[in-house]
């Protein structure tokens, strides 16, 4: 593409006549699920967009790309986000977690994946990745205890299926064993 041209304001350059030129792309450094990534993105690419469509990590889905639905909540320096929302650019240095990464290095499943399986906390798929990410940053969190409150704190993750009470148990099991520990 190339570069954009925006006038600039009396007042607000050295010369009002001469134009900005926005990069076409712009070094971003970003670890995703644990391997360090020397990135070059568009200013505008949001980190779903880096994800999928760059990286070709698919488990991160597009769902209403306003930060309504949670199927892009990915962990970011173990913090839950709407990718959607997030330019990459404004994520440099951080690190990536998707469901991709969740696994440990032995393939063995996270605790909370195994807890979705547990409880048939899924039907038709498509929201469970960002589901299970929230759930993580959830647990880390620790603001939910009760049912209630575990419904409370995933409500920015919509489920068309309605698998809504598999999902709570399978939360509420994690939280269990967490504490109990």
């Not at 076409?24 to 994800?51: F, K, M, Q, S, Y």
């Not at 991709?100 to 979705?116: K, V």
């Not at 920015?156 to 509420?172: E, F, H, K, L, Q």
């Amino acid at each position: 593409m190339a570069d954009l041209e925006l006038p600039t304001r009396q007042g607000f350059a050295p010369d009002a006549g001469s134009t900005t030129r926005l990069p076409d792309e712009v070094p971003v450094t970003l670890t995703i699920n644990g391997e360090r990534r020397d990135l070059h993105v568009r200013p505008w690419t949001t980190l779903l967009d880096l994800l999928r469509e760059d990286l070709h990590l698919y488990g991160t889905k597009k769902g209403c790309d306003h930060g309504q639905c949670g199927s892009c909540t990915v962990l970011v320096d173990g913090q839950r986000i709407n990718s959607c929302l997030a330019l990459a650019v404004s994520r440099d240095g951080c690190e990536v977690t998707t469901v991709e990464g969740l696994a440990g290095p032995d393939g063995a499943l996270h605790p909370m994946q195994e807890a979705f399986i547990e409880h048939d906390a899924f039907q038709c798929g498509y929201c469970t990745p960002g589901q299970i990410c929230s759930a993580i940053g959830l647990v880390k969190e620790g603001h939910a205890h009760t049912s209630e409150e575990i419904r409370e704190q995933m409500s920015g993750n919509i489920c068309r299926c309605g698998a809504y009470t598999n999902i709570v148990d399978a939360i509420g099991d994690v939280l269990a064993k967490e504490s109990a520990k």
